[in-house]
């Protein structure tokens, strides 16, 4: 099983990827956090913010969750997966792929700017939502109405979804 968190800068997968892996350990499921910003560093962020360097880390994150799948360790990767050809290439080569949308507005993330990704990069780099367009994902095991929702609601409705599909559990 793969699990993938989607969604703009500011929605929360790193937030909700991390309360993923403590409840996974919490119940001894083996799991590893892959975050779109922790891959990058591993590469001396080798790689910029263009379309085709972006769509290189994707893949790069892919291979590494495809690794731990084979090793029977669940991958939660946190990252913003833009384009909607690699979300369908992933679900092709992920025997199990479970697909959650974290549905942010853009302007709820500019306001809130937690990294300060908007404030600090406009005109340096491109930003998915501004100079860079978020495919709308076609199709999704979850989408998560993170605006709306507290953390802790986003992640019940989370984990209670996994574990009905999933899990075999109520």
Not at 40 to 48: E, I, M, T
Not at 50 to 71: F, G, P, T, W, Y
Not at 94 to 119: R, T
């Amino acid at each position: 099983m793969v699990i993938w968190l989607l969604g703009i800068s500011g929605a929360g997968k790193t937030t909700l990827g991390l309360k993923l892996k403590q409840h996974f350990d919490s119940k001894g499921v083996q799991s590893f956090i892959l975050d779109g910003d922790v891959v990058r560093n591993f590469f001396d962020n080798d790689l910029s913010y263009s379309i085709d360097e972006r769509r290189q880390n994707i893949k790069r994150i892919m291979l590494a969750a495809h690794v731990l799948e084979q090793n029977g360790i669940i991958p939660i990767v946190c990252n913003i997966a833009p384009f909607e050809d690699l979300r369908q290439f992933a679900r092709q080569k992920f025997s199990n792929y479970v697909q959650i949308y974290l549905k942010k507005s853009l302007s709820l993330a500019q306001e809130n700017d937690v990294k300060n990704i908007y404030k600090d990069n406009i005109s340096k780099s491109m930003i998915v939502g501004i100079d860079l367009e978020f495919d709308q994902p076609e199709t999704n095991e979850l989408v998560v109405p993170v605006d709306s929702e507290t953390v802790e609601e986003s992640f019940i409705r989370i984990i209670t979804m996994l574990n009905k599909r999933y899990f075999n559990e109520d």
